[in-house]
């Protein structure tokens, strides 16, 4: 019950076209190993071609049709930054942008990724510069074991896009989707505030 | 004390950068070349007898490397009692038990696998309610243990606490329920076993405790100790989850010793709500009395654990339990007993906070409770009962220095304590005392640092203290960069290698900062003293007039004299006769193991808080808003403070889960809500905006430069600190976690009448043969 209220809090971002079409074809889930269903074929099906643009460089892989645009990235592109929390949809740790959207990576299906550019972790960093969020983070002790935290600045980033001067009661809400167990949070909220006050401060440098 | 340069700053973690920029490598991001995927088949039954095995067409499917069952491998049991096997294979005592294990070369290979295995159980009565599996017909969970108790009694007594209660003027009694929770580290669980050609296991593992990994795996897999090495890559999160070494672990090294091949076994997220441990749930009858003025006269104390099907290293949480009971407050008469009970409900294990959380959950709801009947403050009631600095505690603990006056000061005066009150609304606050130098819950208590430092002034740290996020790392590089005038980013720590790092115990009881900080400035002082006397040849002076700060040695009379750290290392190596610098400590704290009466002074010193909470309970729906939250802690001394707040906000908010929304909900054995959809941990709307920190610095003689340990005190007054709340706004008292809508709701409707039931609850005195 509260987790559909999270859910719906979360800014409708797991609505989007891929995550429905995942959800359908029942891919995002891993088969259970406490309660055992029968075993899919899928990992038998032929694979497919696709291409992807992920920070930028081009890349060719051969996918097999259950196969999530998050296992492409840690397994076959060697992305690791992307967390897997859950597989599911619900932790936001997988959390990348897929033509400038955020999306779980875990929800996506590698083929429907097919043609699209996706930016990680890995490629939030400008010439070996942070990217604001990122030092925010860093600075205002946002991070602790550190496992939430590429999906929680791909988040934000999309979230101050969205909104440059967010409240911290937006910060939070826009946040929802993304859960972390170490901090309780406070310093996320904080670091986010900070980055967008030195992106509006960059913009207007740029701007003048 | 002041004129520190970098203690009590903040400065970010270490480990930030790699972590903000995904270049961190966690287990689930490690691979090996040839590596194999493991996957486990588990118990669908509670309890059941093992018929047969059929492993054929499994072995069949192609990429299978690796089958195991138990009547294919010879292997040890974990556990602290030894009561756990690896591979069940006469029975299956609760549904996450281990029955097969694959190996294959892929993931969906292994999977598909395990599902080809067929078993036959035959299933056996269960029970899963901890004061039915004590009943004399209950079934049996395990042969040498026909009443399903634990063979490990816990018991206390000090004065005569009964005949204290029934003197006293105003008793408090009543029987309080904690629940399953869960640890729901963001990273699942994961092992990577490799043996090289020699027959060495190198063990790649999130563990807490990589040394005593070691020895639980030499057990196990009948090998050498020195045939185990454990790597730890970086650690997604443990929170006590990972001080066992898992039944998982010892498959990975067993399906890699039969495979000849490396095989890593990740865990999915449900597997990780299934088959991680939880906290124990407890029932707690609890009875506490006061005189006229309001001084404690005693307390009974009577707890029964869930232990599940087999013992972890969570069954010695009586002991940490106890430490709140017996010793927030001054109290003459104490009597404590906790039995742990054998169910078919997954096994509990240890989880931040050590049982404290439970108890605390009890006892600072009675003191509320008796300071009302008392007709005193609570807050006033609680300071007349605080622990003084310099005393000794019924159970023989030595506190030396204490705020907990300060803190319940700090706390109420923050909180609004005096101030009106809108409808509904209600102030609560609770105290908590936790070992805060170390705890002595294994023979040692010790760790150990090698600190080196290199010509270009670049200081090494080797530890086996384990970093999981707390940022004990960052704290042990701040202490040494102070003592040595560094800078902060001259330090490196590398702990994640038990060939490399001296041995530490593990990381538990909010040891680390105390206890690795205490070796730490013991290894740094080794390498300043052979420093001082190179730095005193180069500039001319005697050693005491030599300051170290800023990567340099200072004159201290002629602040113009000064040679660089490195020079002066560079000056000792490039020479005949030359010299390193490198230094070593073994700190073993000056606390003690427990007698087996519960007694012993189990740490070094003990840390002390306050929280104090303002709520809104909705009385149509029965939810309970948080207003604001005020934690007030006597951390000794600030080392870092980002890193301090941090390590209490994460505990506040696991504490307001704990309190209003978190509950593994298992029913017949079984978890019902195993996905964060269902299991209800708190998201940053969820948690209130104005939540306010303070310190209060007692600087402990015992700790580095004064710290006191701090990591598990926020989550362990916060449930009790909101219990007073809602009691405050509603005027009902909940004694049952979690305190969900539904729960408050049914209460405000029953009025007192709840009240009136718990104390019905507890039949008679609640004396020794009372469970
Ligand atoms: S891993 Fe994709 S949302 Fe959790
Ligand atoms: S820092 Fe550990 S989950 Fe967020």
Redesign the pocket.
Known sequence: MSGEARRSADGGRRTGRKTGAARRAGSGRRPSTVDRRPPTPADRAPAWQITLSVNGDPYRVSVRPNRTL?DVLREELGLTGT?????????????VHLDGRTV????VLAIDADGSEVTTIEGLARRGELHPLQRAFVEEGAIQCGYCTPGMILQAAALLRQNPSPTSAQIRTGMAGNLCRCTGYAKIVKAIGKAAEVMKGQRKGRAS | MSGHRIVGTKVPKLDAWDKATGAARYGHDVSLPGMLHGKILRSPHPHARIKRIDVRRAEALPGVHCVLTADRVRVGKLGFLGDHPVLKGDKVRCVRDEVAAVAATSEAAAEEACALIRVEYEPLPAVFDPLEAMQPEAPRIHENAPDNLVPHRYEFRHGDAERAIAGSAHVVQGTYRTQFMTHCCLEPCFALAAFDPAGRLTMTSSTQVPYLMQSHLSRALGIHGKDVRVLQPTIGGAFGSKLDTHPYEVLAALLARHSGRPVRILYT?EEEFVCAPTRQPMIIRMATGCDREGRLTGRVCEAILDNGAYTSWGATTPHIMLVGISSLYKLEHVSFRATCVYTNNPWSGAFRGYGNPQGTFANEQQMDELARKAGIDPVEFRIRNANDPNSTTPQGFRVTTCALKECLDTAATRVGWREPKRPNEGVGIAGMFHVGGGGRVYKSDACGVIAKLDDFAHLTLLTGATEIGTGSDTAMAMLAAEELGLPLGNVSVINNDTDAAPWDVGIHASRTTFIAGNATLGAVREIRRKLLPWAAKELGCSEDAVELHDGSAWRRDDPARSAPIEKLVRTAHFREQGEMFVGQCFYDPPNQFQDPKMRGNVSATYSFAAHAVRVRVDPETGKVKILKFVAAHDIGKVINRLGLEGQIEGAIAQGIGYALTEQLRIDGGRVGNASFLDYKMLNAADLPEDVEIHFIESADPAGPYGAKGVSEAGLIPTAAAIGNAIRDATGVRLHRLPMSPESVLAAIRAGEQEALDSELEVTGPLTRSGT
């Open positions: 998050l967390k897997r929390g859950c597989d599911q949809g619900e932790c936001g740790a997988c959390t779980n990576a875990c929800l | 997220r």
